[in-house]
């Protein structure tokens, strides 16, 4: 795992910061990663939106509402798939 975090001395930049490291082979990592279900859900909400806000800005409400119509749902701070 890593993250960015921003480095403000004579010159602004970033730098990565390596977190714990993971633990299995790249195909078993991104196996359980695809196992989840909260992350094929997040990722078609995900491009569900970009796809939505490619020609132009929307208004958050309207998005929420089109969402809605077409099954995503705005749930604990992330879209998901409606059940």
């Known amino acids: 795992m890593f993250g ?3 480095k403000v001395a004579a010159a602004i930049g970033e730098r990565v910061h390596w977190g714990e490291p993971l633990q299995g082979t790249a ?3 991104l196996a359980d990663a695809e196992a989840d279900p909260e992350v094929g859900e997040r990722r078609d ?3 569900w939106l970009r796809e939505l806000l ?3 800005p929307v208004a958050a ?5 089109l ?3 077409d099954g995503f749902a ?3 701070g992330a879209w998901s798939t409606c059940a």
């Open 27 to 29: 195909r078993d990592l």
């Open 4 to 6: 960015l975090e921003e």
């Open 67 to 69: 969402a809605e119509q």
């Open 45 to 47: 909400a995900a491009d």
């Open 54 to 56: 490619v020609a132009e």
């Open 61 to 65: 409400k309207e998005v929420q509402r």
């Open 74 to 76: 705005w749930r604990n």
